[in-house]
């Protein structure tokens, strides 16, 4: 396997994350479906609290003390911890979660494998297939970006082996107007990714060499005021739903 990047600075690039990166209600639903029945759930690396379930009860663990004081006053607080060393004992919970986070973690089958440990029923990963990224237009823009992304995001491969024999792999569709902002989210809205704050909150973009980003965003605006953009890829501006890279892996 590719050498994973490691964590980002989230203390640096963190605030406002919460704004940026709501919970998409459709994409929720396939999170929350797969939870099951659970009562008792675990959310590993949870930031500030996308995709949590409001109607059980939630411990919520991450490392980053800017993620962690985003969380809003609805949801529980999160406690400092790390998904290779998680503080429960073996089936505390009944199932457990890790949302857009497992490329984060130093050692990410460690910590899936924790999390096997500590629940008794599902272990639902959502993430990014490393070899499907190059589905989303940027990628022709930035592929030093598809580059940091595919080697930090750990192959389908390694989840499923981290989860055991019963995974299951399930590609999640984007809406045209997912609120979620991930890179893929605006496959239909690309003046939004000319924002700095839009970027900020897409970790990758903190990897890439100086000068890169400054000139991907410069070479897409411009496509943009001069209509090759649309000329290219406007049929995306149309298409209701995105089949990109994002994929919800289960462990039953």
């Known amino acids: 396997m590719a050498r994973l990047m490691g964590d980002a600075d989230y203390g640096r690039i963190g605030e406002g ?3 940026r990166r709501r919970t998409d209600p459709r994409i929720a639903a396939h999170v929350h479906a797969a939870l099951g029945g659970a009562r008792t759930v675990l959310n590993v690396g949870a930031g500030a609290g996308s995709y949590e379930p ?3 009860y939630v411990l919520a663990v991450d490392p980053s003390a800017e ?3 985003q969380r809003p006053a609805r949801l529980a607080p999160a406690i400092h911890g790390v998904a290779e060393a998680l503080p429960l004992d073996d089936d505390s919970v009944d199932a457990s979660m890790a949302m857009v986070t497992v490329h984060q973690w130093p050692d990410p089958v460690a910590g899936l494998r924790e999390m096997r440990r500590v629940t008794r029923g599902p272990v639902v990963v959502l993430s ?3 070899a499907e990224l190059g589905r ?3 990628m022709d823009y930035a592929p030093e970006l598809q580059q940091v992304e595919a080697r930090r995001y750990p192959t389908i491969d390694t989840l499923t082996g981290a989860l055991g024999p019963e995974a299951e792999v399930v ?4 809406p045209i107007d997912c609120v979620d902002g991930f890179t893929e989210a605006f496959y239909a809205r690309p003046e939004a990714l000319l924002d700095p704050a839009v970027r900020r909150s897409q970790s990758a973009w903190s990897f890439l060499e100086p000068g890169v980003e ?3 965003a410069e070479t897409l605006a411009a496509d943009l005021a001069s209509g090759a953009w649309d000329r290219r890829y406007g049929s995306h501006r149309t298409q209701p739903e995105f089949h990109g890279a994002v994929r919800l892996v289960i462990g039953h």
């Open 17 to 19: 994350y919460a704004r």
């Open 54 to 56: 409001t109607d059980r």
């Open 67 to 69: 993620m962690r004081a």
């Open 128 to 130: 990014f297939d490393p």
């Open 136 to 138: 989303l237009w940027l």
């Open 171 to 174: 590609p999640v569709p984007i």
């Open 214 to 216: 400054d000139r991907i």
